[in-house]
């Protein structure tokens, strides 16, 4: 088995997420797992990264969360 240092997943993962919003705009949760391909619990992870680095937004419309870039 070949084990993988936590942060290089998170880290490559919070780029995937990135570049999807980066390239679709905002978007909720459930749409980001379709673009990227992750599942749930990766993109919380990557979204977890993303927001300590200050690089999205979280806005609540009705009952999501619509997470976009920072400008």
């Known amino acids: ?3 993988i240092a936590v942060e290089s997943v998170f880290g490559i993962n919070a780029g995937i997420v990135w570049e999807a ?3 679709n705009g905002p978007s909720a ?3 980001l797992v379709k673009m990227t391909g992750l599942s749930r619990e990766l993109v919380f992870g990557a979204l977890g990264w993303l927001g300590r680095e ?3 937004l ?3 419309r009705g009952r999501a ?4 870039l920072v400008p």
């Open 58 to 60: 979280l806005e609540k």
């Open 21 to 23: 919003l980066n390239k």
């Open 54 to 56: 200050n690089k999205i």
């Open 1 to 3: 088995m070949t084990e």
């Open 65 to 68: 969360f619509i997470i976009s």
């Open 29 to 31: 949760i459930d749409n």
